[in-house]
Nanobody
Framework: VQLQASGGGLVQPGGSLRLSCAASGSIFSINTMGWYRQAPGKQRDLVAEITDGGGTNYADSVKGRFTISRDIAKNTVYLQMSSLKPEDTAVYFC???????????????WGQGTQVTVSS
């Protein structure tokens, strides 16, 4: 299973970006899909996640500004980011919990990361 993230870039404060992360390979089902971010010298933190039931969870710092969504048929998760601030600058990573067959075993996969820079 491979995760391919895209959509990062340079944006001015107050701007918007949309990140995408598509999973490919031997996928039976996907449980949780999520986005994390890591700024230089800091740990990787959860930004938002969405469960297979559609429930969502957001970091307090992004509530009301970011929206996570998914396309189950495409095995893809999105992160719509609005009202971006300089402190949102980080490398953003997607993560998925995937079952590769009908056994009750799930694996964690990470995307390669995409840089988001918020600066004027």
């Amino acid at each position: 299973v491979q995760l391919q993230a895209s959509g990062g870039g340079l944006v001015q404060p107050g701007g918007s970006l949309r990140l995408s992360c598509a999973a490919s390979g031997s996928i039976f089902s996907i449980n949780t899909m999520g986005w994390y971010r890591q700024a230089p010298g800091k740990q990787r933190d959860l930004v938002a996640e969405i469960t297979d039931g559609g429930g969502t969870n957001y970091a307090d710092s992004v509530k009301g500004r970011f929206t996570i969504s998914r396309d189950i048929a495409k095995n893809t998760v999105y992160l719509q980011m609005s009202s971006l601030k300089p402190e949102d600058t980080a490398v953003y990573f997607c993560k998925m919990i995937v079952a590769t067959d009908a056994r009750p075993i799930k694996y964690q996969y990470w995307g390669q990361g995409t840089q988001v820079t918020v600066s004027s």
